[in-house]
């Protein structure tokens, strides 16, 4: 008798009529061979799908160039399907499912012609953790099967431990034929389901990552009482070995990676990593919350990772396991068949192809790697690499960073008054448009505990949700708003950011346990400048209190555009945070 899998793989073979099922066992020797088929095989885009790297220099490394369209995520082109428009709010894109599927299956109707499909069984989250999920891809691209082999748990044991429930996440993913005008990234929340086509970038097509583990888990977090975030997850050791985790929450390309693997330019402070981009958070059985990350690797952004910004990264990228390490749309070095990418810290090749493949001509001012290429490497590589990373458990969690990008207004560091307060900095968190969406670059938007792109419901019920998960909690977390991005009058930045961000992680460890003080502002409780550990630090007072400082007539600006943002969901905005933003303006005033 057919498994409930077999069944409905056997429904996506006749729908998509690939010349060849493919079941993956997550194996080495698999992956091996499907790079080794990839490297004689173009991508729809007359690339090779794989190209191998110097493997002295870049051990196990392979280079993937995609079609020029299909570079970063596609937030139009994404759909949440429900009967329940509302349910969704006004910050996604809504589609009835009923619809959804009638606009795709034509698109799907004979994609995989003279393709094969891969079948991926893989788990999200530490199969012994309660709230790890299985799952189920199919793929017409080896380079989507590498790529998920990396970031999840990819095993043929999934397939027994689904056995023959049909309690499994299912992801349906074919590149069709790459035309933005046939791209849809689709989710039926209802259904644990995944519909994606025409595009092979990793937002978009590795479906366990954005399109389950935030905008689906989302909807079961909210179902289930936990909160799928879009967080980096850190564990800040002091020097007595104490560690003290915290959940940090950033948009896309705002240095979630550089902080997961920040190296400490505080003596006897050292950050470990449990993961870059996305934790699932729940309240534990004494009370606490905690964190788990359900992913296995990371899919960073390229540009501005050197031995210096972030030599964990560096170091990882070159360790070279049974994990193979991919690159995507950096520059190509043709002499020493090596990637490149700008702010690696090496000189830029003399003979190179740009990311689309082209002779780059250093002289131009045209960028050798997109500004959103990437690295997927495997999270056994990091040599940061936190010990609970394997404890289905997770790690107990004392503070929740947010963090925005932002050129001015918002300081370097605000303490949340409690978690009612908190919730409230993240619901007014804004930051600069970056590379990693299609759409204009530095354009601010409201951009939630950076759940904008990722939250699969109304957020107007987000809100909500993480008002009654504080309630739940018995001593809550500590609350935080983070900005490095603040610009001077000649638009340079003020605070230097990466290794020397544990001055910040330092003061919140001692706020946490009550060293150090904090003086009230209309927007939250700033450190005093003498308690911030600067020592070593070449930067004058007069800039520590431009980074410090709380504009009033820009807040009283920035209170109208978080008042217009947060108008938008009526009724369904908790009174609580209504009273937060009234208190925010009368503190202004
Ligand atoms: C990512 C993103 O790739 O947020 O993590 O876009
Ligand atoms: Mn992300």
């Known amino acids: 008798m057919a498994t409930a899998v077999e069944k409905w793989v056997e429904e996506m073979a006749q729908l998509c009529k690939p010349d060849k099922i493919y079941w993956c066992d997550g194996s080495e020797e698999e992956a091996h061979r499907l790079i080794e088929i990839g490297m004689t095989q173009e991508n729809i885009n007359g690339n090779p ?41 006004p910050t996604n894109n809504w589609m009835d499912p009923d619809e959804a599927k009638r606009k795709l299956e034509p698109l799907f109707d004979g994609c995989m012609k003279g393709r094969t499909m891969y079948v991926m069984p893989y788990m999200m989250g530490h199969p012994d953790s309660p709230y790890a999920k299985a799952c189920v891809q199919i793929t017409d691209i080896s380079y989507v099967v590498i790529s998920m082999r990396i970031m999840t748990r990819m095993s043929k044991s999934v397939l027994d431990k689904i056995g023959n429930s049909d309690n499994f996440v299912r992801g349906v993913h074919s590149i069709g034929n790459l035309d933005p005008e046939n791209r849809y990234i689709m989710h039926f929340p209802d259904e644990n389901l995944v519909w994606s086509i025409g595009s092979g970038y990793g937002g978009n097509a590795l479906l366990g990552k954005k399109c389950f583990s935030l905008r689906i888990a989302s909807w079961l977090g909210l179902k289930e009482g936990w909160l799928a975030e879009h967080m980096a997850l850190i564990g800040v050791e002091d020097p007595q070995g104490k560690i003290t985790y915290m959940a940090v929450a950033m948009p896309s390309a705002c240095g979630k990676t550089n902080l997961a693997m920040l190296e400490s330019t505080l003596p006897g402070y050292k950050v470990w990593t449990l993961g ?182 109304n957020m107007g019920d987000y809100f909500a949700h993480w008002l009654q998960v504080g309630k739940n909690i018995k001593k809550a977390p500590k609350i935080y708003s983070v900005n490095w991005f603040r610009l001077d009058d000649e ?23 009550g060293k150090v003080g904090a003086k009230e502002t209309p927007i939250g409780l700033l450190p005093n400048l003498n308690e911030l550990s600067l020592e070593g630090l070449d930067i004058s007072s007069a800039r520590m209190e431009k980074l410090l400082e709380v504009n009033p007539s820009e807040w009283v600006k920035e209170a109208a555009d978080i008042e217009a943002f947060l108008t938008q969901f009526g009724a369904k905005l908790p009174e609580a945070l209504a009273q937060e933003l009234k208190s925010l303006k009368a503190n202004l005033s």
């Open 49 to 89: 799908i794989f190209t191998k790297l110097d493997q002295k220099e870049w051990p196990n490394s392979y280079y993937h160039r995609s079609h020029p369209s299909d570079v970063a995520r596609t937030e139009h082109l994404t759909f949440i399907c429900r009967k329940d428009k509302e349910s969704i709010g």
């Open 491 to 513: 638009g340079k930045f003020i605070w230097p950011g990466f290794g020397d961000n544990i001055r910040v992680l330092k003061w919140i460890i001692d706020r946490i346990n």
């Open 276 to 457: 870059d981009d996305i934790a699932w958070l729940n309240v534990g059985d004494d009370g606490q919350l905690y964190a788990i990350n359900p992913e296995a690797g990371y899919f960073g952004v390229a540009p501005g990772t050197s031995m210096k910004t972030n030599g964990n990264m560096l170091k990882a990228l070159k360790k070279g396991t049974f994990f193979p390490t991919l690159f995507t749309n950096t520059a190509l070095d043709t002499d020493k068949n090596e990637p490149w990418w700008e702010g690696l810290g090496t000189p830029a090749p003399a003979h190179a192809l740009d990311w689309q493949g082209n002779e780059w001509d250093p002289s131009k001012t045209s960028k050798a790697a997109h500004a959103n290429s990437r690295f997927t490497v495997s999270a056994q590589h990091t040599t940061n690499l936190a010990k609970e990373y394997s404890d289905p458990k997770g790690v107990p969690i004392s503070a929740i960073i947010l963090g925005g990008r932002r050129a001015n207004t918002v300081p370097l560091l605000v303490e949340a008054f409690n978690w009612q307060h908190g919730v409230f900095i993240g619901a007014r968190s804004g930051s600069e448009t970056t590379a990693a969406a299609i759409g204009q670059e530095g354009v601010i938007r409201r951009d939630p505990m950076a759940m904008i792109p990722f939250c699969g419901y």
